[in-house]
């Protein structure tokens, strides 16, 4: 089982063991070690955007 991944930072795949994981749940690429969240799940297929844009200063 699992569903598959791909990390949008460095486009590693992987399958990703946890078959309950839901949409806005966090992910640690296991490649590059960025955060990724669940932006949706579709099939068996789970769609990964980067958490923020280090380019981007969100003015803290
Ligand atoms: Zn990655």
Redesign the pocket.
């Known amino acids: 089982m699992g569903k598959k991944c791909e990390?949008p930072?460095?486009f590693?795949e992987w399958d990703n063991d946890d078959d309950n994981v839901m949409e806005g749940e966090v992910i640690t690429?296991p490649?590059?070690g960025?955060d990724l969240e669940v932006a949706s799940v579709s099939g068996n297929q789970l769609k990964l955007e980067k958490m923020d844009d280090s380019g981007e200063d969100w003015g803290e």
Request: proline share 0%.
């Open positions: 990390c930072a460095c590693f690429c490649d590059c960025v």
